[in-house]
Nanobody
């Protein structure tokens, strides 16, 4: 059974940092891309960042996080990270890890095209 398990969420003051981790298990084939979505209360879900292995590890970031968030991977651990610096209250949301095994990797990723996603980890940024 394929699983994506997020960790690293929590509460932090504005200006602080958090690193989210997403560990993938149960899938032994290649992965086309992985990424992170977030959904704040009362708002639509949005693609935050993604890494496209079919394009040499090319990365995508939504405009609001450019220069503050960094997506990275550890292939040996089948883990993807999201380093979040200079956090703002508007970054408060549930963050979801996502993966596309064999399909198309858009930029941002399309939730409806995902092959797997995690249960989410909550990030709360206070002012």
């Amino acid at each position: 059974q394929v699983q994506l398990v997020e960790s690293g969420g929590g509460s932090v003051q504005a200006g602080g940092s958090l690193r989210l981790s997403c560990a993938a298990s149960g899938y032994t084939y290649s992965t086309n891309c992985m990424g992170w979505f977030r959904q704040a209360p009362g708002k639509e879900r949005e693609g935050v960042a993604s890494i496209d292995y079919t394009r040499g590890g090319s990365t995508y970031y939504t405009d609001s996080v450019k220069g503050r968030f960094t997506i990275s991977q550890d292939n040996a651990k089948n883990t993807v990270y999201l380093q979040m610096n200079s956090l703002k209250p508007e970054d408060t949301a549930m963050y979801y890890c996502a993966a596309v095994w064999v399909g198309y990797c858009g930029a941002p990723l399309d939730w409806d095209s995902l092959d797997a996603w995690g249960q989410g980890t909550l990030v709360t940024v206070s002012s």
